[in-house]
T-cell receptor, first 114, second 112 residues
Framework: KAGVTQTPRYLIKTRGQQVTLSCSPI?????VSWYQQTPGQGLQFLFE???????NKGNFPGRFSGRQFSNSRSEMNVSTLELGDSALYLC?????????????FGEGSRLTVL | GNSVTQMEGPVTLSEEAFLTINCTYT??????LFWYVQYPGEGLQLLLK?????DKGSNKGFEATYRKETTSFHLEKGSVQVSDSAVYFC???????????FGPGTRLSVLP
């Protein structure tokens, strides 16, 4: 079956702009979680959505937001981009949620902020 | 809070050498423990897991044993291959409702 699909794979933005990233989970998975990966901070949890509700949130500013649609697809948005937002953003889906299930990751969206 | 510590590397080995990547954790309760692997240009893939003390996870020749007394989950492989070159992440999931916590990752390079 198809894996987790993230779009776009690469994008370049300038400071102050906003960006929206998309994630399509594995069919049947209702949980989608987002992570930011940087060389300095490693993998940091952003948030998790389950059945269109945000269930958990990491320690990121309000510029980072997300949502999940009825078909379980998820989007995350970053507003007023800063240079430090340059990172690989990884989406992971899970059948029963982060608490109970394994995570299946997409290939990520690499964001560069100039 | 929960945390995972692992050797950051990079680790460079010759083909067929023995591999150990150390991982220790701090967590409340009885977490589940995982090793994920990230090949160049790809997302993370689950390599193996253990859900309770003394469990041994194994896959593709890799093994790790959940040691509660030393709060460790070291990854081992008896004979590495060039294709094992990747970044390896140790992670825990607190079964009291927290999210996954990942270690910083260890980059492994295997030379022919």
């Amino acid at each position: 079956k198809a894996g987790v699909t993230q779009t776009p794979r690469y994008l370049i933005k300038t400071r102050g702009q906003q960006v929206t990233l998309s994630c399509s989970p594995i069919s049947g998975h209702r949980s989608v979680s987002w992570y930011q990966q940087t060389p300095g901070q490693g993998l940091q949890f952003l948030f998790e959505y389950f059945s269109e509700t945000q269930r958990n949130k990491g320690n990121f500013p309000g510029r980072f937001s997300g949502r999940q649609f009825s078909n379980s697809r998820s989007e995350m948005n970053v507003s007023t981009l800063e240079l430090g937002d340059s990172a690989l953003y990884l989406c992971a889906s899970s059948l029963r949620g982060v608490v109970a299930g394994e995570l299946f990751f997409g290939e990520g969206s690499r964001l560069t902020v100039l | 809070g929960n945390s995972v510590t692992q050797m950051e590397g990079p680790v460079t080995l010759s083909e067929e050498a023995f591999l150990t990547i150390n991982c220790t954790y701090t967590a409340t309760g009885y977490p589940s423990l995982f090793w994920y692997v990230q090949y160049p240009g790809e997302g993370l893939q689950l390599l193996l897991k253990a859900t309770k003390a003394d469990d041994k996870g194994s896959n593709k020749g890799f093994e790790a044993t959940y040691r509660k007394e030393t709060t460790s989950f070291h990854l081992e492989k008896g004979s590495v291959q060039v294709s094992d070159s990747a970044v390896y992440f140790c992670a825990l999931r607190d079964n009291y409702g927290q999210n996954f916590v990942f270690g910083p990752g260890t980059r492994l390079s295997v030379l022919p």
